[in-house]
């Protein structure tokens, strides 16, 4: 099954990214992760008080789902960290 990340905007035409497969996904580093991780810890404060403001998101949930996020980029810094202090002959 292929992923899909595709709306269909106002106007009735479709946007979004092309799908991909699972198995064409590539690999990324820990420290590309974390950095995408706080992208999106960023995206959710800018975005998130708008949807609590239209009623489609509680403050509650938002503060857990920023916490949740940002716990996953600490992590995810953390473990980039420990690898680059690894030998490199692993």
């Not at 690999?27 to 999106?40: G, I, P, S, V, Y």
């Not at 800018?46 to 609590?52: A, N, R, T």
């Not at 857990?64 to 202090?85: C, G």
């Amino acid at each position: 099954m292929a992923l899909s990340n595709r709306q269909t905007a106002a106007h009735g035409q479709e946007v979004g990214v092309p799908e991909v497969s699972p198995s064409c996904v590539p690999k990324f580093t820990l420290l590309e992760k974390a950095q995408a991780a706080d992208r999106e810890v960023k995206q959710r404060h800018w975005v998130y008080p708008k949807l609590i403001a239209r009623g489609k998101l509680t403050a509650p949930r938002a503060a857990r789902e920023i916490a949740i996020m940002s716990a996953i980029a600490a992590d995810y810094h953390e473990r980039a960290k420990r690898e680059d202090e690894l030998p490199f002959d692993r």
